[in-house]
T-cell receptor
């Protein structure tokens, strides 16, 4: 079982709609969860992090965490063409809080 | 403020050659990491360091070596290049266990 799993996509969403990206993880002791955005040919950039169960909102982005279900999601409201990118879910590994493990990413395409 | 600087940006190696990928950060981060990203895939952790003089293996360390003689620098060494090491290599750093990573711009390596 992969430690961090994401649907590879592509996920196609019309402009202005809500994009929903999902991620599951296997390490029940994980404490920190991150969403990175990566444009083609560029390095990943952090857009959200969440530590506690529930929702965390930042502008058009909302991260949702459910530790009991080992599930974390990212919602993007009012999707824009500039949101087209690959979104990487990352989770810290409890056995070593010094490092995080990335999922393979979900490719998101916002169609005008 | 330069952040995380990686050199070179591109490199072509022949099978069996060796090279060192350079990574330097000027943010006084104590944690540094090397990841590789194969096409269409997520990031795989190669090695990481929690401070000068301390390094540890990640998910895919075979064929690589690292050293951390200073807080600022974390070079990655490939001793006998193989086609399977064709990838984009990202260096990242963080302050403490915050896990909020700053990534370098990457090194695109091709082994032929």
């Amino acid at each position: 079982q992969k430690e961090v799993e994401q649907n590879s996509g592509p996920l196609s969403v019309p402009e202005g709609a809500i994009a929903s990206l999902n991620c599951t993880y296997s390490d029940r002791g994980s404490q920190s969860f991150f969403w990175y955005r990566q444009y083609s040919g560029k390095s990943p950039e952090l857009i959200m992090f969440i530590y506690s169960n529930g929702d965390k909102e930042d502008g058009r982005f909302t991260a949702q965490l459910n530790k009991a279900s080992q599930y974390v999601s990212l919602l993007i409201r009012d999707s824009q063409p500039s949101d087209s990118a690959t979104y990487l879910c990352a989770v810290n590994i409890y056995s070593s809080a010094s490092k995080i493990i990335f999922g393979s990413g979900t490719r998101l395409s916002i169609r005008p | 403020n330069a952040g995380v600087t990686q050199t070179p940006k591109f490199r072509i190696l022949k099978i069996g050659q060796s090279m060192t990928l350079q990574c330097a950060q000027d943010m006084n981060h104590n944690y540094m990491y090397w990841y590789r990203q194969d096409p269409g895939m997520g990031l795989k952790l190669i090695y990481y360091s929690v401070g000068a003089g301390i390094t540890d293996k990640g998910e895919v360390p075979n064929g690589y070596n690292v050293s951390r003689s200073t807080t600022e620098d974390f070079p990655l060494r490939l001793e006998l290049a193989a086609p399977s090491q064709t990838s984009v290599y990202f260096c990242a750093s963080s302050y403490g266990q915050s896990n909020d990573y700053t990534f370098g711009s990457g090194t695109r390596l091709t082994v032929v």
